[in-house]
């Protein structure tokens, strides 16, 4: 049923009773209460605000509250039935519907919200999630991929991970396309944080690739979490969506399961991502493992990624280097250099019995496993020091930045600004001097931005010892 909009500032919207198009359709009734449940301890908030994020892809906004405040009277309710579960959801974005049936694939991302929420939930109640060892942690992300049926057994290694920016200029989307393409006529899947921009692209461009190639099982895998869905909301072409936790277990779920990592032009949120990999690979423990990682853009972007090295150089050494390759404007040869790591990566894991599907071999300190809450006491208390091994900076300098992704899209982080002012970054002098021109340069690109286009005001506040 079709609600004609009242004015012409609300959006059409549409209220019906699906089922599943395929995968999970079974739940109890303990589940179905839990998912019900709109009490602080319930799910009931969580499940709506990850379905109506699935219900409005192709939505852009720099601000996760815009669409919880245009469809404010959006609602979702689990049925358990004697055939299955159902979902009726009343005043949910028309968009979202055809003829008044909804999409095939945005009804399969909404039962992947239901199902990973209800997952993870029980395995916490059943206190069967180990969350205080730094093994706890790896097995609860395998444990959530492998409810997903994303880990796949007997399958050569092929899946790149893209990061990069949700809000990118034309020519930086335009090139994470072609980069896609190629990528796509060598037969390897993708997997991004499933949003828009550097997300959608590579995605895009390797659909045209495949259907050259005539590959028709292909896998788009999208991981996202609850504190982000909102502001990058799936995009069209994800056929496996995956909501961790927190963005911890999203990270850590992007390393064990590449086999290479392209990163494309960003902003805040791309810059922690690369101190999270570089925290990873710079740890002594992690010495010999291939894991390729290639920074890449159009010949426009070269800047940006001499800023970024400059600035890795500056605090992590230039040792740091060796780690990553910049490929500017050239997206055959990405693909290439691509295929090349992943032999490398195939070959050391069949000489160490590693599996293919998952990286176990790789060492992930705790520092990098355990959710960081990006309080305004926990921003200041940051240790931003030289003085520390290279690995454990790293994972501070990541901290610093998944602050500012808070402050700028997350909408705890952004109460919070609003309630206390700035977060307060302090450390060594030279490295906040550049980490602050870093920042700087973000801005002046129009990589951090605010919604209706209004000047960025900085969400932090850096100052020197």
Not at 119 to 136: I, M, P, R, T, W
Not at 193 to 220: D, E, F, L, V
Not at 404 to 417: P, Q, S
């Amino acid at each position: 049923m079709i609600n004609p909009s009242a004015s012409s500032q609300k959006p059409a919207t549409v209220s019906a009773r699906i089922a599943p198009a395929a995968g999970m359709d079974l739940l109890s009734r303990q589940e179905v209460a839990r998912l019900r449940d709109a009490s602080a301890g319930g799910l009931h908030q969580l499940l709506r605000r990850c379905a109506l994020a699935v219900l409005t892809q192709g939505h852009v906004s720099d601000d996760p509250r815009a669409a919880v405040e245009l469809y404010s009277d959006f609602e979702i309710e689990v049925l358990q039935q004697d055939r299955g579960i159902r979902l009726e959801l009343s005043n949910a974005p028309a968009n979202a519907f055809v003829e008044g049936r909804i999409i095939r694939g945005i009804n399969e991302l909404l039962f992947a919200v239901v199902r990973d929420i209800v997952y993870v939930s029980a395995q916490l109640d059943a206190g069967s999630f180990d969350l205080e060892s730094s093994e706890g942690l790896t097995h609860a992300v395998f444990d959530i991929l492998r409810n997903a049926r994303v880990l796949r057994p007997n399958v050569d290694p092929n899946l790149v991970v893209c990061w990069g920016g949700h809000s990118i200029s034309r020519g930086e989307y335009d090139y994470t396309k072609l980069v896609g393409y190629q990528l796509g006529l060598r037969e390897l899947d993708i997997c991004t944080g499933c949003g828009p921009g550097a997300m959608k692209g590579p995605m895009k461009g390797a659909t045209i690739g495949h259907a050259k190639q005539r590959r028709r099982k292909n896998r788009y895998i999208g991981i996202t979490e609850p504190g982000i869905i909102a502001a990058e909301s799936p995009n069209p072409i994800v056929n496996n969506l995956i909501i961790m936790p927190d963005i911890e277990k999203r990270l850590e779920a992007f390393v064990r399961s590449a086999h290479a990592i392209i990163v494309f032009p960003g902003g805040v949120g791309t810059a922690e991502e690369i101190l999270y990999l570089l925290g990873i690979l710079l740890h002594p423990r992690n010495v010999g493992i291939p894991f390729p990682l290639i920074f890449s853009g159009p010949r426009e972007s070269a800047a940006y990624f001499e800023q970024i090295d400059r600035f890795l150089r500056l605090a992590l050494g230039d040792d740091v280097a060796k780690y990553y390759q910049i490929i500017v404007d050239d997206p055959a040869s990405v693909a290439r250099s691509v295929v090349k790591g992943i032999e490398r990566v195939r070959k050391y894991r069949l000489d160490n019995s590693d599996a293919f599907f998952f990286n176990w071999a790789i060492n992930i300190d705790e520092s990098l496993q355990h959710p960081f809450v990006p309080s305004h006491a926990a921003m200041a208390s940051l240790n931003l020091h030289r003085d520390q091994p290279k690995h454990r900076f790293a994972a501070d300098l990541r901290r610093a930045f998944s602050g500012i992704v808070a402050g700028n899209v997350k909408i705890e982080g952004m109460r919070a600004i609003e309630q206390h002012g700035p977060f307060r970054i302090h450390g060594d002098r030279e490295i906040m001097q550049a980490l602050d021109a870093l920042l700087a340069s973000f801005v002046e690109q129009d990589r951090m931005k605010l919604p209706g286009g209004a000047a960025y005001v900085p969400c932090y506040r850096i100052s020197t010892e």
